[in-house]
T-cell receptor, first 109, second 114 residues
Framework: SQQGEEDPQALSIQEGENATMNCSYK?????LQWYRQNSGRGLVHLIL?????REKHSGRLRVTLDTSKKSSSLLITASRAADTASYFC?????????FGAGTRLFVKA | DSGVTQTPKHLITATGQRVTLRCSPR?????VYWYQQSLDQGLQFLIQ???????AKGNILERFSAQQFPDLHSELNLSSLELGDSALYFC?????????????FGPGTRLTVL
């Protein structure tokens, strides 16, 4: 079963716009991670947020975590065509890393 | 380049056959993870090894087995292959074995079962 579920499943925006993706999970977590995958390639780690953190920034990425709602969001600001990829949230459940179904982001130049 | 290598890149085989996928983790990483990615099932965690010992087991079929060797490379063995086993198989590695470790993914092995 999926621990994290992303929403929306797909998102298409213009270059320069912001993209927001959401992730919901079911059980208590110690941390939540976001990964990116370019088509058919290996995943790349973007950012980790711990359960005692509410917000974290890394470059154009902003991640929030609301443990009371069991949800997280990833915001990519000033998107670029190169941001076109799938984005996944991941949580740990008894040492098993559980990935959500992912959000497919398409940024039009 | 993540530093994780996987061989082979592509594998085409027939139903009923057995294959072995190989993974070399990043230098210094003690944990190795295996994942299966397919269109209908998404990215599924299969198994994790830490310093040669099995750490966690996910949705890994009995027909599949894995091990991590003393030099820390890992192999995933898939036997009695079925059409539904066609997928991308990823290996990832991390320094530690616990929660919250950044995982570095290899380029994957694309398995096609005909």
């Amino acid at each position: 079963s999926q621990q994290g579920e992303e929403d929306p499943q797909a998102l298409s925006i213009q270059e320069g716009e912001n993209a927001t993706m959401n992730c919901s999970y079911k059980t208590s977590i110690n941390n939540l991670q976001w990964y990116r995958q370019n088509s058919g390639r290996g995943l790349v780690h973007l950012i980790l947020i711990r359960s005692n953190e509410r917000e974290k920034h890394s470059g154009r990425l902003r991640v929030t975590l609301d443990t009371s709602k069991k949800s997280s969001s990833l915001l990519i600001t000033a998107s670029r065509a190169a941001d076109t990829a799938s984005y996944f949230c991941a949580t740990d459940e008894s040492f098993k890393t559980i990935f959500g179904a992912g959000t497919r982001l398409f940024v039009k130049a | 380049d993540s530093g994780v290598t996987q061989t082979p890149k592509h594998l085409i085989t027939a139903t009923g056959q057995r294959v072995t996928l190989r993974c070399s983790p990043r230098s210094g990483d003690l944990s190795v993870y295996w994942y299966q990615q397919s269109l209908d099932q998404g990215l599924q965690f299969l198994i994790q090894y830490y310093n040669g010992e099995e750490r966690a087991k996910g949705n890994i079929l009995e027909r599949f087995s894995a091990q991590q060797f003393p030099d820390l490379h890992s192999e995933l063995n898939l036997s009695s292959l079925e059409l539904g086993d066609s997928a991308l198989y990823f290996c990832a590695s991390s320094v530690g074995g616990g929660s919250g470790n950044e995982q570095f993914f290899g380029p994957g092995t694309r398995l096609t079962v005909l």
